[in-house]
């Protein structure tokens, strides 16, 4: 199995900077991909980013704009998101995901889920 631990999420000021981060333990060896996702309150969840843990390769929703990077050490095991010019619409739960053959914006095409860290934007 794989385990993911969020944390790193807070309140934040709009304009404000939060730095995500994810902790991956157990059969690393399985992962093929990792992926963000959030979900806020009455909404589906949103596709942020993904990188692919075996190659050095990310990409991001439209909608960040620049504003999030997704970026990793893999001798420490972490995936971060580094997140600034933050809105009070990005508030939502921010999730990390692991996928075994996926690296994608579909949520469903991952096994693995952290618990998720709230992110909370105020105007």
């Known amino acids: 199995q794989v385990q993911l631990v969020e944390f790193g999420g807070g309140l934040v000021q709009a304009g404000g900077s939060l730095r995500l981060s994810c902790l991956v333990s157990g059969r690393i060896d399985k992962i093929y991909g990792m992926g963000w996702f959030r979900q806020a309150l009455g909404k589906e969840r949103e596709f942020v980013g993904a990188?692919?843990?075996?190659?050095?390769?990310?990409y991001h929703a439209d909608f960040v704009q620049g504003r999030f990077s997704i970026s990793r050490d893999n001798e420490k095991k972490m995936v971060y998101l580094q997140m600034v010019n933050l809105k009070s619409e990005d508030t939502a739960v921010y999730y990390c995901?692991?996928?075994?053959?996926?690296?994608?914006?579909?949520?469903?095409?991952?096994?693995?889920w952290g618990q998720g860290t709230q992110v909370a934007g105020s105007s």
């Open positions: 995901a692991a996928g075994e053959s996926a690296w994608c914006p579909l949520w469903y095409e991952y096994e693995h």
């Open positions: 990188t692919n843990w075996v190659e050095e390769s990310t």
